[in-house]
């Protein structure tokens, strides 16, 4: 059976770490709420006043009737099943750290752009927000960056790769972050290159893999915009 994965739709957000691991390995999944009544499908679950252990929020996969929650255990529990995850035990749990440090980033991804509150529009918190991504984009940026890239620099394995000798779903997701910062902070990421190089390079690497490719030039692909994590507000960049 395909896994389902259960999002927002028309949103990259969350939902787009896990997507990543799925089109890398070329697994079988559906995008449950890109299908024609998916989202009611979705709601109806995670409002379910019946059914055991419901999620508190997307995104969720289903695997048969196994239902996991949040990025990070999401890709704790696929990647083994995908060949995206250390076969040793010990490092599959660095693994997971790693996973959740980025977890922690895009929660402060996200609240560049509501710093005060989820509920409400962005533009009721605009000023806030210029304060919040100015010190976002001076300090929290290099502190996040400058710790993966000495996960990197430090990997015993060698620094291709952030977890052992071989591609995992973090480094897919370094990806995504690398992706999803060029895309808000234009300006504040424009030396990136410079000043972490081992993570672009990771970067650039997962986007020459062959499945990679395909995914990104596919409509399965969607395009960043404001209503997901990562979103442009060109007054809240600024240079590095």
């Known amino acids: 059976m395909p896994y389902e994965l259960y999002y927002w739709d028309g949103l990259q957000g969350r939902g787009e770490f896990v997507r990543l691991a799925l089109e890398e390995a070329g697994a079988e999944y559906i995008d449950v709420a890109r299908q024609s009544d998916g989202t009611a499908a979705m709601m109806k679950l995670l409002k379910s006043k019946s059914a055991p252990y419901i999620p508190f929020a997307p995104p969720f996969i289903k695997d048969g009737d196994l239902i996991v929650s949040h990025v990070a255990n999401i890709l704790f529990y696929l990647g083994p099943k995908l060949g995206l995850a250390p076969k040793d035990e010990a490092l599959r749990y660095t693994a997971n750290g790693l996973q959740l440090t980025i977890t922690d ?37 290099p ?35 690398i992706e999803g910062l060029r895309y808000a902070f234009p300006r504040g990421t424009k030396n990136f290159g410079e000043r972490y190089p081992k993570i672009i390079a990771v970067h650039d690497a997962v986007e020459k893999r062959p499945n990679i490719q395909k995914y990104l030039a596919s409509d399965r692909r969607l395009d960043f915009n404001e209503s997901g994590i990562f979103r442009h507000y060109p007054e809240l960049d600024q240079d590095a």
């Open 105 to 141: 980033f895009v929660a402060e991804v996200h609240d560049t752009h509501h710093p005060i509150a989820t509920t409400k529009y962005y533009e009721d918190q605009k000023e806030a927000a210029k304060q919040r991504s100015a010190d976002f984009i001076e300090n929290r940026i």
């Open 143 to 177: 502190k996040f960056m400058s710790y993966f890239e000495r996960v990197l620099e430090q990997n015993p394995e060698g620094n291709k790769f952030a977890v052992g000798a071989k591609l995992s779903y973090v480094d897919l997701s370094l990806f995504q972050v």
